[in-house]
Every structure is written in structure tokens, then in C-alpha cells.
């Protein structure tokens, strides 16, 4: 059978090095030797996003735990938050705070658009003391200024909350240089390793907002259960964590370290390779500034489908994504037609590939 390629926004191909991790013996979690382990992982993982002075919060769950866990800690009722919503993980923010009945506002950024900073600036002055966003918004590949957008509300000393898990080794992020105050990330993207783990990292400046107890609660998301009451500091996880996934990061970590900006380099190198290469085909790409880690794609030639393409590649064991429900291009019509390509996971030699697969459908 030949090798599947998934061209997904997660989870991604795994090297066979870290896959091997999984395989092996691994030792109690209490084990002092794994505390030492977690607290390394901490530091170096401080460093590869540019925080000197955080904390790393491990969950065993999704990437969406972790966006529950912001709710749960770092949002409070008198709370006014402000929802950068450019596509269907901008929803799922306003979904929480709708759900936890927060005080909130949506700014809503056409599909594949920039935000608008002005109109940004503009809403702050209403009162907003925190902002929830993502880095790059996943549906349509659309990357977000955060730099700029850190030095407006950093005048407006709010809060910037960014789920950065798609963009998280695609694209350039250091959270003290665009004054980020909390992180999320998991380990199914850019780190390219199995799914089961989300990572949340907060500076000292948004912990101190932890001192006066927020809203609803949740035991196991409870941060105190990690910052305090059970000492993350000496590296023991309050709950179990995710053992195998702990030590492949441990490795994919160390690695990243010998070469902070090779992730990035070659995710775009990839990115830009495969767009060029696209360009006699009938497909446009939908971002005004798309992130290196995506391209969302419509199908100009209205005789094909998304559908289609899709079940053409899955003979060949390739796999794209398909739009979602809230896909919400100008052209309606276009939904149907509409696929993403996930440029982190594979060489240039499957892009190669995957552009003759793709020829040869619009051929038929």
C-alpha cells in the first residue's frame, strides 16, 4: 500500500524518529526523572515562543480543552471581551463566551480578509479589556497582524489571548515581542506529534489577573491545581498526563532548539513552492495574507466539487479537508468548491505529487 499523505490541518504525517518514542517502555510519571523532564519541556518550549516569564500548562485533551480552559481561568464576568471572528475557530470563542454567558463582542472579519486595525482601535475604546483571536484562522489560511495588533492594546492595556495552534511553527510568533499574555497550542500541528495534548502558556502578567477567582469552575482545568496547589514549579502533572506524547516533545523540542527558525523557513519554502506550482490550475486562493502553514483553495472550474476532488485524491491516499458548516465566502456558491492544503508534515516531493494528482483530476 502506498504511503499516506495527509495534506490536513491535523493531525499531520509523523517522522518515523517520533513515532518510535511511542513503541518503547516508559517510566512512572511520578518518577522524579519525569518531573525533571516536564520542567525541560516547560523551559524550552518558553523559549521556542518567546516567552522569558510564563508558565506551561499540559492538558491531557484537544485544542478545543484548552480554548475551555481560557474561559474557565482567565475570563471573568465583569470581563468585557472582544472576539476577533474570522471564520469557524473565531466562532467557537464566541460559542464559549455565549455558552458562559460572558459579556463579549464579535468583530467579524470577511472570510480570507485582513482585520480592519482601525475599526480594531476603534472597538477597544469601548471598554474591552480582553481580546480573543486566533493567529491564523484555520478555515481560510487568513494570517492576523498580531505584532500590530499587540502594540494597539498594549495602549489600551488589555489582555490578548491567541489560539495559535495552527499557525504555532508555521509562521513567526514571540509572545513578548507582540505583547501576547496566553498561549494555546497542541501537539497535533506544528509540532507534528500524535493528537492528545494542548499546551497553554501564560505570562506573569496575565497570572496575576488569577488572583481574584473567575466565573464557573471546572476541577480539572482549575489552574491552581497546576500553578499552586500542586506545584507544577517542581514538575509533577496534577492529573495523568499524556506520558508518550510528553516525551516525543521532549525530543521534537530539543530538536527545534539546534535550529529555532528551520520550522518556519521550510513550512513556507513548501507553502510557496506549492502555490507556484498550482498556478496553470483552476483554484484560487482564498487568503489576502495566508499563513505558511495553509492554503485555502476554491475551485474556479464549476463543474468540479470539493466533494469530488476530495474522493479522487482519497484513491490515490491523499486527504485534504472539505469546507465546514460555517464556511462564509462571498459567493455562496463557492462552498461547495471550496478545499484547504496544510503545508507542514510532508517534503516538496509530495506537493509534487500531489500536483499531478491534481492536473490529472482537472483533466477528466
Known amino acids: 500500500m502506498s504511503k499516506i499523505r495527509l495534506f490536513t490541518p491535523g493531525p499531520l504525517n509523523h517522522s518515523e524518529e517520533i513515532l518510535s518514542l511511542g513503541s518503547k517502555d516508559l517510566p512512572y510519571y511520578r518518577d522524579p ?63 464559549m463566551c455565549k455558552f458562559y454567558e460572558y459579556r463579549y463582542k464579535e468583530l467579524k472579519v470577511g472570510f480570507g480578509k485582513d482585520l480592519n486595525i482601525e475599526e480594531f482601535e476603534n472597538e477597544l475604546k469601548d471598554g474591552f479589556n480582553v481580546v480573543l483571536m486566533q493567529a491564523e484562522e484555520t478555515d481560510s489560511g487568513q494570517l492576523f497582524n498580531l505584532k500590530q495588533i499587540g502594540e494597539i492594546l498594549k495602549k489600551h492595556k488589555g489582555y490578548l489571548i491567541v489560539d495559535a495552534i495552527s499557525s504555532f511553527l508555521a509562521d513567526n510568533y514571540y509572545m513578548d515581542s507582540h505583547n501576547i499574555d496566553a498561549t494555546l497550542i497542541s501537539s497535533q500541528k506544528g509540532l507534528k506529534l ?18 481574584v477567582r473567575r466565573g464557573p469552575r471546572s476541577f ?21 498526563p499524556a506520558v508518550t506524547i510528553m516525551y516525543q516533545l521532549n525530543k521534537r523540542l530539543k530538536k527545534i532548539l539546534q535550529h529555532p527558525l528551520r520550522d518556519v523557513r521550510e513550512t513556507k519554502g513548501k507553502a510557496l513552492y506549492f502555490r507556484d506550482l498550482i498556478k496553470d490550475l483552476p483554484l484560487r486562493l482564498v487568503a489576502e495574507t495566508p499563513s505558511n502553514f495553509l492554503s485555502g483553495l476554491v475551485i474556479t472550474d464549476k463543474n468540479k466539487t470539493a466533494d469530488d476532488l476530495y474522493n479522487f485524491l482519497k ?25 484547504r492544503i496544510t503545508h507542514s508534515g ?17 483533466k477528466k
Open 194 to 211: 500524535p493528537a492528545g495534548a494542548a499546551f497553554l502558556i501564560v505570562n506573569r502578567r496575565i497570572q496575576k489577573k488569577l488572583m
Open 33 to 95: 526523572d519525569f518531573a525533571e523532564m516536564t520542567l525541560d519541556n516547560e523551559k524550552m518550549l518558553l523559549k521556542v515562543v518567546g516567552c522569558k516569564l510564563g508558565n506551561v500548562i499540559p492538558y491531557t485533551c484537544s485544542g478545543t480543552g484548552a480554548m475551555d480552559a481560557v474561559m474557565l481561568n482567565l475570563i471573568a464576568k465583569t470581563d468585557r471581551v472582544l472576539i476577533i471572528n474570522g471564520g469557524s475557530f473565531g466562532q467557537r470563542w464566541v460559542d
Open 346 to 362: 510532508l517534503e516538496k516531493e509530495d506537493y509534487l505529487l500531489l500536483y499531478y494528482a491534481l492536473k490529472e483530476f482537472f
Open 220 to 240: 480539572y482545568f482549575d489552574f491552581s491545581y497546576y500553578l499552586d496547589k500542586h506545584a507544577l514549579k517542581r514538575g509533577y502533572v496534577p492529573f495523568t
Open 315 to 339: 484513491t490515490k491516499n491523499m486527504y485534504i479537508t472539505k469546507p465546514g458548516k460555517t464556511i462564509s465566502l462571498q459567493d455562496p456558491s463557492e462552498s461547495k468548491r471550496f478545499i
